[in-house]
């Protein structure tokens, strides 16, 4: 009885195949024909997400957690570190560095569709006993996963987290850049900028001489205008600058004139005294 149970697919699970498993072949094909890394990428998570959704369905919990936090989560942050350093915009170069290296690729997929449709073609299960008794003998799902990941697959587990490493230490080999010419000297930026007649002093920090001293706030010159060469060139582009000049303006004038006020009381006092003084 608990063979026929096993072994029939109820109308929910039948609709949910078919529909998140197309899902998953278009996202996989996706990944492969995008032009964009960043598209790719965003593809291959949907992708590996639909195959958590299949895990849980199916009673496996761990190994959907594991595919949403571990494949999803981490791995996916990593290949979009990887676009971020080489560059989203950073356009492929088209020319082989080795000859014929397309056809070796396409002749090694094919060969590896025909061994897993022979693979697939050649099985034969009669029993479909679930993984009620797979996990019920180790008291779960998690136990018998880590009593065969840590005893019978453990050589296999290790190399797989060795792999990793190695992609990770690849990637930061691959998206680092020599240095081509020798670093200038502040002497020497100063003499340049000497020569150039620009900006002899460096420049002033964002706020400076305004009432903040936030990055989006443009350092004032001494006459009270805004500098924009203090601001960073990608909030100005994105408008996100506030423009204080006019209160600072305002301020400084009030400023001046209570200051003159107070030049004046004095000076007035100081006559008063210099008066009382002579009598």
Not at 114 to 143: Q, T
Request: with cysteine.
């Amino acid at each position: 009885m608990n063979t026929l149970a096993a072994s029939v697919t109820s109308t929910g699970e039948a609709v949910q195949f078919w529909v998140l498993g197309t899902i998953a072949v278009i996202g996989a094909l996706c990944t492969i024909l995008m032009k964009r890394a960043v598209h790719s990428a965003l593809c291959l998570a949907g992708t590996m997400i639909i195959l958590a959704v299949f895990y849980l369905a199916n009673g496996a919990y761990f190994l959907g957690v594991v595919q949403i936090v571990v494949y999803t989560g981490a791995i996916m942050m990593l290949f979009l570190f990887v676009v971020m350093l080489v560059g989203v915009t950073a356009a492929d170069s088209l020319k082989e560095t080795l000859k014929g290296q397309r056809w070796l690729a396409a002749a090694c997929g094919l060969g590896f569709g025909i061994l897993l449709i022979a693979g697939i073609g050649n099985a034969s299960l009669k029993n479909f006993n679930g993984l009620g008794a797979a996990n019920s003998a180790h008291g779960g799902n998690v136990e018998g996963l880590a009593a065969l990941i840590f005893t019978k697959y453990v050589f296999a587990f290790e190399i797989t987290g060795a792999l990793l490493i190695t992609a990770a230490v690849g990637a930061m080999v691959l998206t680092h850049r020599e240095r081509t010419e020798r670093a200038k000297t502040q002497r020497e930026l100063s003499e340049q900028r000497v020569r150039e007649g620009k900006h002899l002093p460096p420049l002033p920090a964002p706020g400076v001489y305004a009432r903040h001293n936030a990055v989006d706030i443009a350092g004032l010159l001494p006459d009270g205008t805004p500098s924009e060469l203090t601001v960073n060139r990608t909030l100005r582009d994105r408008g996100q600058i506030r423009d204080v000049s006019t209160e600072a303006l305002d301020d400084l004038k009030a400023l001046e004139q209570r200051s003159e006020e107070r030049l004046g009381r004095d000076k007035d006092a100081r006559d008063r005294d210099g008066q009382e003084a002579k009598r």
